[in-house]
């Protein structure tokens, strides 16, 4: 006998947003979306971080044509300038240089998709991240410890990087971390998802 197919899908194999999504005590399924994460030229954060949301959720709505999609995604700025994730550790000690004592926007994308009609529900949540002043000590004890390779902005901010930050300004506290779920509750209710 074969299980019923997912009602939740996070388009994601991102292990923050999984821990994430796993806060709302929901059964899901999370599958990679494999898709080029790349903006478009001349494509500002805010439409490039939605339009790569939805993406992910397309991309996986094909094999759950029944289910609801949850696809997220998130861009850094700093001073006009995106910051990716930088994969390796002097990249991440030149991000959080160039971010001591200045403010970097996050903007996060969230889009509920509804496999069966197409329907989709998005967001995009900002959030102002003030660095502290950082000494290269600091950078270079903290990166040797959190290893924040895979952040964009080079920071956990849910483990050591909340030593590096003197201020966070946003309406969804998860959303800096990847999945703001504050938005997602909301589309979740009105899909007709009961929580809690």
Known sequence: MTGSPPRLVLASSSRYRKALLDRLGLPYVSVSPDIDESALPGEIPDVTVRRLALSKAQRVAADFPEALIIGSDQVAVLEGRVLGKPGNHDAA????????????????????????SGGSDSAVVPTKVRMRTLSAAQIERYLRRDEPYDCAGSAKIEALGITLVESVHSSDPTALIGLPLIALTGMLLRAGIELP
Not at 93 to 108: D, K, N, P, V, Y
């Open 93 to 116: 000690a030149a991000q959080l240089q160039a971010m001591s004592g200045s403010e970097t926007l996050f903007h996060t994308a969230l889009v509920l998709l509804d496999a069966a």
